[in-house]
């Protein structure tokens, strides 16, 4: 399929797990990507994606500072014209018990996953209302905006914000051929998923690395896997297609069940 043949897709986090996932799927679909990360790496990553053919750069972009937003678009604009699809998917997160938590933990993860967010819907509609052209925004929430988990309270809220983001603005560009959706990703293998096995396996007790993962999987999840980026991105590439024209303000799932709402 083509489906994105001529399009240009902005996706931060690219250079890795879910965001390099859904980087791949675009590539295959025709599009040029625009994938962003604050490491060097994210270089190596566009390589990696043109050697399988497609048009891909890569740009060294923080998500929480809006001049680095900024030009990240700039650049979508000098290579390829304009911006398409725009899919915020930065994020970090850390887990501590509530008295550990520090204010620092709290800015830095509201900073990544909730500004940053923002940032780049911000710039991303701005550009697709001078073009007229429409576009579509993909917001990456989280299990955790549908419904907290111990330890932390602060990734909880933000990827929250990010519904409050993606609800928001889905009503104000309702009527300019933009829309906006969030999806919220359950168990996906990744570094993240990595770190989140080990530090909540030792928090929660009993669970050797790879353990907790595996009692979600035989006891939480219905489908009884973990999910993979190209779950992850399977549902992307459907909201950013024709076939999701008149899906906008919407909060989707990606769980293998594990969450129904
Ligand atoms: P990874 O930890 O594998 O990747 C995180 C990505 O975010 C990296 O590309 C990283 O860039 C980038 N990033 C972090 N901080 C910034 C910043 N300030 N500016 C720009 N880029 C930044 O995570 P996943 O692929 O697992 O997660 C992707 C998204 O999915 C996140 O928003 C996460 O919260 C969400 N999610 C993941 C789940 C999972 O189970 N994996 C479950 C639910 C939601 P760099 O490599 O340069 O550091």
């Known amino acids: 399929m083509n489906r994105f043949k001529g399009k240009t897709v902005v996706i931060t986090g690219g250079n890795r797990g879910i965001g390099y996932a859904v980087a791949e799927r675009f590539a295959s679909e025709g599009a040029n990507l625009v994938i962003a990360s604050i490491e060097p790496q994210v ?6 994606l043109r050697n399988s053919g497609a048009e891909a750069i890569g740009v060294i972009c923080d998500v929480t500072r809006s001049e680095a937003v900024k030009t990240l678009y700039d650049r979508a604009e000098e290579a390829f014209g304009g911006v398409d699809i725009s899919m915020q998917n930065a994020g970090i997160i850390t887990i501590r ?21 923002f940032l780049c819907c911000q710039e991303a509609i701005t550009r697709m209302r001078k073009s007229g052209k429409g576009g579509r925004l993909i917001n990456t929430a989280s299990g955790q905006a549908r419904d907290g988990f111990i330890f932390t309270p602060h990734y909880a809220a933000s990827k929250m914000g990010v519904v409050g983001i993606t609800q928001s ?3 104000e ?9 969030a999806i919220c990703p359950g168990i996906i293998f990744s570094d993240m998923w990595d770190y989140n096995d080990k530090i909540w396996g030792e928090m929660l007790g ?4 790879g353990e907790l ?13 973990a ?5 992850v991105a399977g549902l992307v590439a ?15 799932n990606v769980d293998g069940g594990l969450i129904m709402s």
């Open 173 to 181: 560009v309702a009527l300019e051929k933009i829309t906006v959706n």
């Open 206 to 209: 009993d669970y050797a690395p």
């Open 238 to 252: 459907f909201l950013a297609s024709e076939d999701a024209d008149y899906i906008t303000g919407q909060t989707i």
């Open 169 to 171: 603005l889905a009503k």
């Open 227 to 231: 999910g993979t980026g190209k779950d």
């Open 213 to 225: 993962m595996k009692d979600w999987v035989e006891n939480k999840i219905p489908m009884k896997r």
């Open 43 to 48: 270089e190596e990553a566009a390589a990696e």
């Open 97 to 117: 018990k509530v008295e550990d938590l520090t204010e620092n933990d709290w800015d830095a993860t509201m900073a990544v996953n909730t500004k940053g967010v």
